[in-house]
């Protein structure tokens, strides 16, 4: 029984997200009345939605908004589509994404929605439906200067193309702003859908440049193959890397001789998963993060790498391409095997960085062609690595206790000018 629950308790996102904060508190010895303002969210709006199904029937799910921090500007973060969405899960995600905004050092605070549901299980018309229900019913939330979804988990441009026509209906007239992520055509920004797999190949490359590691000799290991996981996986190999193994939610699949990325992508295209690929072999799921190589790039879900097989990774960076994916519990093990953990809130702040370059193109109307984006993403990335492995080193902690302890620096800094209204 009391293992079961210390079990939950390590695959608690929110009290994971909170752990990280209060040890990083801790080192920046905070006083308690800050930590008590800019620890907690502001604000979390639930809604229920009422969709009728195809069939005529009506069915409602639940969503949720949560704007974790407004201090450093708009809340900004995507929204998941996924059966097991909850506000716990929702507040932690928000928190991450006020940490990862600051880090990176754009102008935004943190925000996450999402909605609990498969949306496997419904047509397109009934996601339809559903998006542009939460839309309106958080309408009110929502805005360039006040909150600004982007994509998750199973959601993708045209969900964004949904919301942002819902929200520009209700307001009257167009606003692109509203919403990032979305299709070339509705001011969408270039480079936006391989951002988030781009930034965690910037930070790969500084981080091996460190340790003295040549990229061309790494084997690379990725799991879950969506935007962030098939990205960073193709952009590995054309730097280099060998991919060894790969995963998605029905399989895993290994080979030695390194994996075709551009031909995998393909195979899923046509038979939406990774399972099955020519020239490669099934292994268990579980083992892939076990398997031997130097990098490895969870990019799925949280609560991939815990105290249990923490011990049998075998990798010698690892980088966080999905949010939340390391338990705490699992940190201290991998920080005693020398691991180095390139943090979530570093390592995949490629997407929000591009997100805020397309924000800011669609205020300006002027819009950057993708060289122009991926100079100005590498850059900010690069920024983010070094002013995090400067505290890392200066502060004798591991990267991802700097990383929070910058980002929640630059928050506490912005709120101690802004002063605290009551
Ligand atoms: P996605 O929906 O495009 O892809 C998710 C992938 O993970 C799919 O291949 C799915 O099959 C796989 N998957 C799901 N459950 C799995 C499991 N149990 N084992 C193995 N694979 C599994 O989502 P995405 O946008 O690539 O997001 C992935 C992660 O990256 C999430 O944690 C997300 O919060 C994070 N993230 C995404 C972005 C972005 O710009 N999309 C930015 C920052 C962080």
Request: neutral net charge; aromatic residues 6%.
């Amino acid at each position: 029984m009391e293992e079961g629950s210390d079990i939950q308790k390590e695959l608690n996102p929110l009290e994971n997200a909170m752990r990280q904060f209060d040890e990083a508190a801790a080192a920046l010895k905070l006083d308690r009345g800050i930590i008590e303002i800019i620890k907690n969210f502001r604000r979390a709006t639930i809604v229920n939605l009422p969709i009728q199904m195809d069939d005529g029937t009506f069915k409602v799910f639940t969503g949720y908004r949560v704007q974790h921090s407004i201090s450093r500007g708009p809340g900004k973060g995507g929204i998941r589509f996924h059966q097991d969405v909850t506000l716990e899960e929702v507040q932690a995600l928000a928190a991450w994404m006020t940490w990862k905004c600051a880090v990176v050092n754009i102008p935004f605070g943190g925000a996450k929605g999402g909605i609990a549901v498969d949306p496997s299980k419904l047509s397109r018309g009934e996601l339809e439906r559903l998006t542009r229900r939460y839309t309106a019913d958080l309408a009110d939330i929502f805005g360039p200067e006040s909150d600004v979804p982007a994509p998750d988990v199973n959601t993708n441009e045209q969900t964004m193309a949904w919301i942002m026509d819902t929200y520009s209906m209700h307001a009257r007239h167009t606003v692109t702003s509203v919403v990032t992520g979305k299709p070339l055509v509705l001011g969408g920004s270039e480079g936006r859908r391989e951002a988030t797999g781009r930034g965690v190949l910037f930070t790969i490359r500084r981080a091996t440049a460190k340790i003295g590691m040549d990229l061309k000799k790494c084997r690379a290991v990725v799991q879950g193959f969506g935007n962030v996981g098939s990205v960073s996986a193709d952009l590995l190999q054309k730097d280099g890397a060998r991919v060894i193994g790969v995963s998605d939610v029905r399989g895993a699949i290994t080979s030695e001789a390194g994996l075709d990325v551009p031909a995998l992508i393909e195979h899923v295209k046509k038979t939406g998963s990774v399972v099955g690929f020519a020239g490669s072999r099934p292994i268990d799921a579980g083992k892939l993060l076990e398997l031997d190589c130097e990098i490895l790039i969870p990019a799925a879900l949280e609560n991939q790498i815990t105290q249990s097989n923490a011990p049998n990774i075998r990798a010698r960076i690892i980088a966080e391409g999905a949010n939340g994916p390391t338990t705490p519990d699992a940190d201290v093990i991998l920080q005693e095997k020398g691991i180095v953990v390139i943090p979530d809130i570093l390592a995949n702040s490629g997407g929000v960085t591009v997100s805020y370059f397309e924000w800011a193109q669609n205020r300006m109307g002027i819009y950057w062609q993708e060289d122009e984006v991926n100079q100005r993403l590498e850059g900010m990335m690069n920024r983010a690595f070094d002013d995090v492995y400067a505290v890392h080193t200066e502060s004798k902690v591991s990267m991802r206790v700097a990383a929070f302890m910058l980002a929640i620096k630059r928050v506490v800094d912005v709120m101690h000018i802004r002063g605290v209204y009551a």
